[in-house]
């Protein structure tokens, strides 16, 4: 029996880990709180739940020891540590996260120690690449190129668990959620780099179609000129990738994002009420007048939505805070785990667009779409926690397998693994649905 270590017990290992025991692998699922992890088995009679923090070098050594593979569901900050113990002891494993440049520097040690340490394998990133990558290929082994690439994700509730001012409830990370809103953005426009510095992300938005959920708001992620290599697009003269959220929330972030209010740095909270922390973290000045000196601040009518919100979120309460030491994101973090959390029987919804301009020999072009939206199950698994750990748990089984072979650090853009995970997926229900319009039939030419 293939043994499976599980690292991490969060918001979506449920769905990957039950694949796996079904599947027949033996897994041990290690947290720092054991409870954690023996709430996901249920009492299993595969699998066995560990205590296990991550400065413990030894607890991890035994722990990989007794594994064929292991998965990281950690934060992205850990899996260099995990992975180059799973080098040592050469031992396949599974993230579903980034490839970080401390990672992508551990390729050739993989090749060396003949294991594939496979990243990118969730939703986004991991489901973008590979249904991105079906089309892309298609087109090319038609004879075509891609001249316009345009991909973008959000994780959001479902119309009918819409139920709050900010559009949004958090089935991952918050602190992961808001510290995205700093990063810096880059993509390609008609032959031109764009470049968006952290402070004006949110000021590059604009409105996209999503069919099934209507218009959304879109803006840059991350870095999308990367793309043009991984996805073999040296064609295309534009490429982007973007997040989608409801009406409103840009305009919102952007003041917010900017604030302080996600400032990272440790300060003294003893004795504050929420509105004496907002005042001294916005206005530097008192509770009294609040929403007039936001407003000032941010250079808004007081009547702005983004102030209505941080009303709404408890920030000019009397309330004491329920820290004493603490940064201003541990505030909001706190606040908005409580107050912006999916209650029981709500269904969050994973929306994924693509887009592609296509061209052909002979001058034929089309516009294809591939379009995702798989909602979450009332009373059961998450759309986001199905969308992350089944592609995981399914790579898992394919290299345990061998029906996924090769050495060093990889993502899911070749065919030979995105073909059996895409049709596994869609066995699960999610699936893309794909139209194709003829450039000329649509101009009326």
Not at 94 to 102: I, K, R
Not at 124 to 136: E, L, Q, R, T, W
Not at 280 to 296: C, E, M, S, W
Not at 329 to 344: G, I
Request: charged share 25%; aromatic share 8%; with cysteine.
């Amino acid at each position: 029996m293939k043994k499976v270590l599980l690292l991490g017990a969060g918001l979506v290992a449920r769905p990957g880990l039950r694949y796996l025991l079904e599947k027949g692998f033996f897994v041990t699922v290690a947290d720092q709180v054991e409870s954690k992890a023996a709430a996901l088995l249920q009492g299993h009679s595969k699998g066995r739940a560990r205590a296990w923090t991550t400065d413990d070098k030894k607890g991890l050594k035994d722990l990989v020891r007794d594994a064929d593979l292991v998965i990281s569901l950690l934060p992205a900050a850990f899996h260099v540590l995990i992975a180059e113990e799973c080098i040592a002891q050469k031992k396949f494993m599974v993230t579903a996260s980034y490839v970080s440049p401390a990672m992508r520097a551990l390729d050739a040690k993989a090749k060396e120690a003949g294991i594939l340490i496979l990243n990118e394998i969730g939703v986004d990133p991991g489901i973008d690449h590979m249904s991105a990558m079906k089309v892309i290929d298609r087109v090319k082994a038609s004879g075509g190129k891609v001249t316009s690439f345009k991909s973008y994700c959000g994780g959001l509730p479902a119309p009918d668990a819409n139920t709050n001012p900010w559009g949004y409830k958090f089935s991952w990370s918050p602190r992961g959620v808001l510290t995205a809103g700093k990063n810096s953005a880059r993509y390609l426009k008609d032959d031109v780099q764009v470049d968006i510095p952290g402070p004006g992300l949110f000021g590059d938005m604009h409105l996209l179609n999503v069919p099934g959920l209507g218009e959304l708001e879109a803006y840059p992620n991350r870095d999308s000129m990367s793309y043009i290599e991984i996805y073999g697009l040296r064609d295309a003269k534009t490429v982007f990738r973007g997040t989608l959220r409801y009406k409103g929330w840009c305009a919102a972030m952007k003041k917010i994002v900017n604030s302080g209010l996600l400032d990272d740095k440790e300060r003294d909270l003893k004795g504050l009420t929420y509105a004496d922390f907002t005042a001294a973290v916005l206005t530097g000045g008192k509770p009294a007048g609040l929403r007039a000196d936001i407003a000032a601040k941010f250079g808004v009518p007081e009547t702005f939505h983004g102030i209505n919100w941080l009303e709404w979120l408890g920030l000019f309460g009397d309330e004491k805070l329920p820290l004493e030491k603490g940064s201003p994101l541990d505030v909001m973090v706190a606040r908005m785990v409580e107050k912006m959390s999916y209650a029981e029987g709500e269904r969050d919804t994973l929306a994924m667009h693509h887009e592609f301009i296509a061209e052909y020999p002979g001058g034929r072009g089309e516009k294809l779409t591939s379009t995702l939206v798989d909602f979450g199950i009332p009373h059961g698994d998450t759309s986001m926690a199905r969308t992350v750990s089944l592609p995981v748990a399914i790579a898992t089984r394919l290299i345990l397998e061998g029906g996924i072979t090769g050495t060093g650090v990889q993502i899911p853009v070749s065919p030979v693994i995105y073909e059996p995970l895409l049709k596994e997926l869609e066995e699960n229900g999610i699936h893309f649905k794909e139209t194709a319009v003829n450039l000329a039939a649509a101009a009326g030419k």
